[in-house]
């Protein structure tokens, strides 16, 4: 039986024209948005959140020679303003990005993790001030990281305190895991066996084994083994060997890049793509805390030098697809690659339809909605490329399948986002398992979004969500009078008392 805390939401959505029980075809194409804005060559990271409380995602961008970029967005119109909210032009260039709530206060601050060659640097932390300006404090509270040659960062509540704590992945040293205390940051330490001495590039949090706290797989670099650190609280014990995930035959050129969790067979248990310089993985979760590796079964496991993924339903059926980027060289210069894999629900095809998503980006993707309309637009960067930038695909899905569109914003009883790796599972009105969506702890490339979930239904019908937070309690609650699922974001608090 799980030990973690539930809340159920009864959603009915009802619909006079849309009865049938049948499946809609789906037609759709993604047109790039405002690309004269977002050509600047060099884009590294991104990710995205809802800066200014306004209930639309902005985007924030790193670019090479060290600058923060984010736009605001203005009705589906985004406009750059990380000038006037004090974030950096240049500087120590900026790997990874991770939007999080550190100190409580409702607002999004932003971690970023600098690479500097050949010695390594530090990590910033921009707070944010109700969404007017944005003040550098890392020194202050303990997130400078020193000598960290940053990948992926990721807020979570790895103590199930109550507060985000920072997990900070380290390409060249020790990864870090910082606990949180009335917001500033202390090192657990090399006793509490989380700080990895591989070289890791990506970090994906979510519970393994179900019992109630969050665990991380770690993509190693350079031949070394991955990582699958299980969080006993007092301890973290290393169970990728026993489980099979520590890929240990690897050359120095192999390696764990990027990993991505979604659930892409809809049984409810979360599963983890992982992005390599080789083959890339699919292990299946098989819900007794073990997981069966099937990327070669399933076609997955191109392009090779795969650096970012994201799992998404861009066609609204219930499946979720798979958009993997990485990058190739020919005749020395580097030229992106990606697959976008389309789920069947019997398995993957790849997806030639969109040549505009797998040509143009070489690291970051992000699925998200941000002109909240019901499908799925996506962002992708080009680093290494001779074009270079961070595009934005508008979904253009057809009406009827936006409609079918369920987007979930997961907050803590205060109203602010701090429950990363909380899971949102859907039932359709027999109760049967629909589908499960975690909240981000991390993926696309060295980034962490703070957004909803989204999740598309095959068919219009009454469903129920289930969000499973991080404990050891159960509690529920119910939100009724739900007549319609597309657009905003539905937000579910956790509850502060056991009904």
């Known amino acids: ?37 977002f050509n600047t060559p060099g884009s590294l990271s991104n990710a995205w959140a809802d800066f200014d409380n306004d209930g639309d995602l902005d985007f924030l961008v790193s670019i090479k020679g060290g600058e923060l970029r984010l736009y605001q967005n203005n009705n589906g119109v985004f406009v750059n303003v990380s000038k006037q909210l004090g974030l950096p ?19 999004l601050d932003i971690l970023g993790g600098s690479n500097v060659s050949p010695i390594p640097s530090r990590s910033y932390l921009y707070r944010n001030d109700e969404g007017k300006q944005f003040v550098e404090m890392a020194e202050s509270v303990g997130l400078a990281i020193l000598g960290r040659f940053s990948r992926q960062s990721s807020w979570i509540d790895y103590d199930n305190d109550g507060d985000s704590d920072l997990n900070a992945a380290n390409r060249t040293g020790r990864n870090q895991l910082l606990k949180n205390t009335d917001g500033t940051f202390k090192r657990l330490g090399i006793s509490s066996g989380v700080e990895d001495v591989k070289r890791t590039v990506g970090a994906c949090w979510f519970d393994i084994d179900n019992d109630g706290d969050l665990d991380v797989f770690l993509a190693n670099q350079a031949g070394d083994s991955d990582t699958l650190a299980r969080n006993d609280l007092t301890q973290f014990v290393d169970i990728a060997p026993e489980l099979g995930m520590d890929e240990t035959l690897r050359t120095v050129k192999e390696g764990g890049v990027g990993c991505a969790i979604g659930d892409y067979n809809n049984d409810g248990f979360l599963d983890l793509y992982v992005t390599t310089y080789g083959e890339n993985l699919l292990y299946k979760n098989t819900g007794d805390g073990r997981f069966e590796e099937v990327a070669q079964s399933l076609g997955l496991t191109l392009p090779d030098h795969a650096v970012g993924a994201a799992w998404g339903d861009y066609d609204n059926d219930g499946f979720l697809d798979l958009l993997a980027l990485g990058s190739k060289k020919v005749n020395g210069i580097s030229q992106p690659i990606g697959l976008l894999y389309k789920n069947t629900g019997k398995g993957f095809i790849v997806e030639q339809s969109y040549p505009e998503l797998t040509s143009k980006g070489d690291h970051g993707v992000e699925w998200i909605d941000y002109d909240n309309d019901g499908d799925l637009d996506v962002s992708i960067t080009d680093t290494f490329g001779s074009e270079g930038g ?9 009406k009827a399948a936006r409609a079918r569109g369920v987007s979930v914003l997961v907050l803590d009883s205060e109203g602010n986002y701090t429950q990363q790796g909380a899971v949102v599972r859907f039932y359709d009105e027999q109760g049967g398992i629909l589908g499960s969506r975690i909240v981000p702890t991390g993926g696309g490339y060295n980034a962490q979004s703070a957004r909803p979930i989204y999740f598309g239904l095959a068919k219009l019908q009454p469903i129920t969500i289930e969000v499973t937070f991080m404990g050891t309690a159960k509690r529920s609650v119910k939100v009724k009078d739900i007549t319609t699922l597309a657009g905003n974001p539905i937000r579910v608090l956790r509850p502060t008392t056991t009904p």
Do not use: C
Request: charged share 20%; proline share 2%.
């Open 89 to 107: 032009s240049t500087g120590d260039e900026i790997w990874g990005v991770a939007w999080g709530d550190f100190d409580n206060d409702g607002d």
């Open 1 to 37: 039986m799980l030990k973690n805390r539930y809340l159920l939401v009864s959603l009915w959505a009802f619909w006079s024209l849309l009865t049938s029980t049948h499946l809609y075809a789906v037609s759709t194409k993604f047109t790039s948005i405002q690309p004269e804005t």
């Open 390 to 398: 961070h595009f934005v695909f508008k979904n253009e899905l057809d």
